[in-house]
């Protein structure tokens, strides 16, 4: 009875009005975000591309690599383009120096504010606006529709288990809709290696769980509506509530709540810390000052060699200072960082209230575009800080940049020109993405949010149904 | 007989429940919104001016006026209580000094990303998404709903005109999905003087604006959820007809048009514009140091032949020359990295503006687009934004570094620190000055560029003309199409 009652349903979808124009709109929809996705990141990588040649090539003008002024980029990734997250207004360009606080600059929508003022069509958008609001115009007259035809009343003149008849309804009306969806899916993804857009196995999976999770998040907005068609007798107001329903939990809860439970747990503005360091810099150089004036070279010393003392003396003061400052740096931001994901993991629970939210952080999380991408880039910078520091005192002899350095230029016409430098020499800079496993361990509650908002609501409507009246 | 109809139409909207829960949630809506928007203004101006404070606070603490920096915020503005616009991501502070460019960096959203993540609500989010659709659906039905209840033909029995019925079915849903709107409104704008937000006489202007552009926005949706009625016999076909003119319009369309425009019109990223920046001034300095050096060996040549006397007594006379050569010279390096940047930043612009106009008149087709520009513009919180703070940056950096170099000259100290070292008395460190503050009571202050209700309306009159447009023709096209309706 179950198969008869599924087929019948998903018979009843596939040929009605309201398919056809959904499948066709969520159809051009779906393909456009792949292709626009696609067209972005290849835009994207090809201005990464030139950015960083335009780095090498100022390398290689240089002859000195103390001069050289090095910056890494955040690359693009395809998933990025796809499910574009906190991306845009993560800063993409860092200006690398060996010692000392990084900072992330240059977001997509300071740069580009266009692309900021109606956002990006990804996937997430099209799954967590779009299609939920079809899963209710499919739905909200699932139940009550029946009665006002006078369907429902005859279909239980037969034996039909009131379970098998709602669970009929819910899989039929899945596995139609799914399965209308997954084909421009495919399509698109099809379309990724066509533009030349390649992605690795391992996005390939990411991807594939990010459909994953829309299509249950689909699943819970079917169920979801087809429960209140079942606690209410008229589709008009079926409609209403569920629009109502919608609103709130696509449009106003994930923001309000992030809104108002971020500002309950207040975290120090960053204008603040960086004030407090530099406070700290400037106590501490005050505090040199007098070491620096009383500076006494040895008797009789040759002015070429005093500046050479003086140049040991002042690098060793400000290395020492550079120790202090990076210290106390580092205790203030972790205190910060430590508060700042105790506001996150705060605003983020309770805006898993709702179930846009649970999607919107699983896809995130799964395309690596969540609140993890800015700590990712910035971890991965500092690493390479490392890296480069050690080759930049390697090259130079000096730890550079953020101590005190002098240099002594000599104009002799006679010598020879000196070479410039090979830009290939510089250590090159890595991005660490989270692997799957992590993305997906970090992605577990969410997914599993998504399944039990499932269950939750099917319960519901199967609750519902059985207390119906069908008259 | 107009006015019964409008009566019936009003009457019957007001006992619905749809009208109920229309008026509860945007009503719940419209309230949560400003009081939020009240917060992070708040939020905002506290930051904004201990920011100005500590900016303070650095410049007392330099040694000298020649290594002064400034920085200079962004100021909030009241109207981002109603539209945010692009205020949270757009850069909010830069730096001032005469070695660097003034670029607005660290945006609110990059700053605190975890707000990023589900974006700002506002009053104009709160009209743009959720008005239009409850619009829809007081009007999906308004026709061919009538016809399918029997009661179209019914009404039509006694004489009544097409036109007269048509006029009442707007007015009178017009009355009552706008009008009870204004309570929340009336007590929104009540919340914000209550927690004495510093709304100027301007800025009432742009909130009437705001509310006016608001009510012709909703207006049109009315006119087409009545023409899509009047073209379509049942209320289902009409009601998924009108959802996916919402979601194309509201949803996609805007998208769509500033996407293709993006893909259109390349421009170059910020960091392919800085490395060539930073490559000009290398080689810059790097020409500037030849030339010195060949400069100081002509210097030499002039001396050669002189015995010690003659050459110390020749350099004590052209010393001051010298001097006032070698600095006009760094100060023609100083000016030729600036005028390149802002050439390189010139070209971008222009070619902004260009992708702008195309995408802004692509993404026009959805008459959304031109209500979300015209409220961003009203509010000041628009594309032009950081053009205009940049601009206003520039100017106001042109008079900061101006007055530095007067206090530095005034000091007759010299920047950064001074080393001497000298065969009788050794090294000597000069670091300019003691241990006191630099006085910042005359410094220049920086003044947000001013955005006047007056300028900004003229900049929003082609999107209002638009949605007037727009209206036209969707009630011509209502009247028309119900001039033909079949009521049977």
Redesign the interface.
């Given at each position: 009875m179950f198969k008869l009652i599924f087929l019948k349903e998903l018979k009843e979808i596939i040929q009605s009005?309201?398919f056809t124009?959904s499948f066709a709109?969520c159809s051009v929809?779906i393909i456009?975000a792949f292709f626009?996705g696609a067209?972005?990141y290849l835009?994207s990588q090809s201005?990464?591309e030139?950015?960083i040649q335009?780095?090498r090539?100022?390398i290689a003008?240089?002859t000195e690599w103390m001069?050289v002024?090095h910056?890494i980029?955040l690359p693009p990734q395809p998933l990025m383009a796809l499910v574009n997250?906190?991306s845009n207004?993560?800063?993409?360009?860092i200006s690398m120096s060996n010692r000392g606080e990084l900072r992330?600059?240059?977001?997509r929508?300071?740069?580009?504010?266009?692309?900021?003022?109606?956002?990006?069509?990804d996937l997430e958008?099209i799954f967590g606006?779009?299609l939920s609001?079809f899963a209710i115009?499919f739905a909200y007259d699932a139940i009550n529709g029946e009665k006002v035809s006078g369907t429902l009343k005859l279909c239980f003149a037969n034996s039909i288990p009131r379970a098998s008849f709602i669970a009929g309804k819910l899989a039929g009306s899945f596995v139609g809709l799914s399965i209308a969806l997954l084909i421009p899916i495919l399509i698109g993804a099809a379309i990724l290696p066509i533009l030349g857009v390649q992605l690795s196995s391992d996005e390939w999976l990411r991807l594939a769980l990010i459909v994953f999770s829309g299509l249950a998040y689909f699943g819970l907005f079917l169920a979801l509506a087809i429960g209140i068609s079942a606690m209410t007798n008229r589709p008009?107001?079926a409609f209403?509530?569920g629009?109502?329903v919608w609103?709130?939990a696509v449009?106003?809860v994930?923001?309000?709540s992030?809104?108002?439970s971020?500002?309950l747990d207040e975290v120090p503005?960053?204008?603040?810390i960086t004030?407090q360091k530099?406070r700290f810099r400037?106590q501490l150089f005050?505090e040199d000052?007098p070491k620096?004036?009383n500076?006494?070279?040895d008797e009789g010393t040759e002015?070429q060699e005093?500046?050479t003392q003086?140049s040991s003396f002042m690098r060793e003061l400000s290395s020492t200072r550079q120790e202090k400052i990076d210290a106390f740096t580092e205790r203030v931001n972790e205190e910060y960082i430590n508060r700042?994901n105790r506001?996150?993991e705060v605003?983020?629970a309770l805006?898993r209230i709702s179930p846009t939210?649970v999607f919107?952080?699983a896809s995130?999380e799964l395309a690596g575009t969540s609140?993890g991408l800015?700590n990712r880039f910035m971890e991965s910078a500092k690493d390479y800080q490392n890296i480069y520091g050690n080759f930049i005192t390697e090259k130079t002899g000096s730890e550079g940049h953020s101590g005190f350095r002098m240099v002594m230029?000599t104009?002799d016409?006679e010598g020879e020109e000196p070479e410039t430098l090979d830009p290939n020499e510089m250590p090159k800079f890595e991005f660490a993405k989270t692997s799957l496993k992590t993305a997906a361990s970090n992605s577990f509650l969410d997914l599993g949010l998504l399944v039990l908002f499932n269950l939750l609501f099917f319960g519901g409507a199967f609750a519902a149904f059985l207390r119906y009246d069908l008259r | 007989m107009l006015s019964l109809l409008i009566q019936k139409e009003l009457k019957n909207i007001l006992l619905s429940?749809?009208f109920t829960?229309t008026f509860l949630?945007c009503s719940i809506?419209i309230l949560?919104s400003v009081f939020?928007g009240i917060?992070?203004y708040e939020?905002a101006v506290t930051?904004f001016e201990?920011?100005q404070q500590?900016a303070q606070?650095?410049i007392a603490?330099s040694s000298n006026w020649g290594q002064v920096r400034n920085i200079v915020h962004r100021e909030p503005t009241p109207m981002q209580i109603f539209v945010s616009?692009?205020h949270f991501?757009?850069?909010r502070l830069s730096s001032i000094s005469s070695s660097n460019d003034v670029k607005?960096?660290?945006?609110p959203?990059?700053?605190?990303?975890?707000?990023?993540?589900?974006?700002?609500?506002d009053f104009a989010?709160i009209v743009q998404?959720?008005l239009s659709?409850f619009a829809i659906?007081f009007t999906y039905d308004a026709i061919n709903g009538e016809r399918e209840n029997g009661t179209l033909k019914l009404a039509f029995a006694s004489s009544v005109s097409r036109v007269n019925y048509l006029l009442a079915k707007f007015i009178g849903i017009w009355l009552g999905l706008i009008v009870p709107l204004f309570i929340p409104i009336l007590i929104g704008l009540l919340l914000v003087l209550l927690f004495k937000v510093p709304i100027s006489g301007s800025d009432w202007m742009s909130i009437l604006g705001l509310i006016f552009l608001s009510i012709l926005y909703v207006t049109l949706f009315i006119g087409i959820g009545i023409l899509v009625s009047a073209l379509t016999r049942k209320s289902?076909?009409s009601f998924?007809?009108l959802?996916?003119i919402w979601?194309?319009g509201v949803?996609?369309l805007?998208?769509?048009?500033?996407?293709a425009?993006?893909?259109l019109v390349?421009?170059?990223?910020?960091?392919?514009i800085?490395?060539?920046q930073?490559?000009f001034q290398?080689?810059r300095w790097s020409q500037y140091?030849?030339d010195l050096?060949?400069v100081?060996?002509e210097r030499e040549q002039e001396m050669e032949g002189l015995d010690e006397n003659e050459r110390r007594s020749y350099r004590d006379d052209k010393e001051w020359e010298w001097l006032e050569i070698d600095d006009a010279s760094r100060k023609q390096v100083q000016t030729d990295i600036v005028d390149n940047n802002r050439k390189l930043l010139e070209d971008v612009q222009n070619k902004?503006i260009i992708?702008?106009n195309l995408?802004f008149s692509l993404?026009r087709i959805s008459p959304v687009?031109s209500f979300?520009?015209a409220a961003?513009n009203i509010s000041g919180t628009d594309?032009g934004?950081?053009s205009r703070y940049e601009e206003s940056m520039r100017n106001y950096k042109d008079t900061f570094v101006a007055f530095a170099e007067k206090k530095q000259e005034e000091s007759g100290q010299s920047a950064g620190?001074r080393?001497e070292?000298d065969?009788n008395e050794?090294?000597k460190?000069d670091?300019g000055r003691n241990?006191q503050t630099l006085d910042t009571s005359d410094i220049p202050r920086y003044d947000a560029p001013l955005v006047l209700a007056s300028n900004t309306f003229g900049n929003s009159i082609l999107d209002f003309g638009l949605l007037g447009i727009f209206i036209i023709l969707s009630f011509g096209g209502s009247f028309i199409a119900f001039l033909r309706y079949d009521m049977r």
């Open positions: 009005s309201r124009i709109v929809l456009l626009m067209q972005n835009a201005q990464y030139a950015a335009e780095n090539n100022q003008a240089n001069m002024q910056s980029m997250g906190i207004d993560v800063g993409r360009n992330a600059d240059n977001t929508f300071n740069d580009e504010p266009i692309f900021a003022i109606f956002r990006f069509m958008f606006i779009v609001l115009i008009s107001n209403l509530i629009l109502v609103i709130f449009l106003i994930p923001r309000a992030v809104l108002i971020g500002r503005n960053v204008d603040d004030a530099n400037a005050q000052r620096m004036s500076f006494k070279p002015p005093v500046m003086f700042k506001q996150e605003a983020l805006s939210s919107t952080l995130t609140l800015q230029v104009t016409d | 429940p749809k829960a949630v809506l949560i939020i917060n992070e939020n930051q201990i920011n500590i606070q650095d603490q616009g692009l991501d757009v850069g607005l960096t660290r945006s959203y990059s700053d605190e990303t975890l707000f990023a993540i589900f974006r700002f609500i989010f998404v959720v659709l659906l289902s076909l998924l007809l959802l996916v979601i194309g949803l996609i805007p998208r769509m048009g500033v996407m425009a993006g893909q390349e421009i170059e990223p910020v960091a392919q800085e490395a060539k930073e490559a290398q080689a140091s030849e050096s060949s100081w060996r902004k992708q702008q995408a993404a687009s979300r520009l961003m594309i934004m950081k620190f080393i070292i065969s050794g090294v460190i670091f241990d």
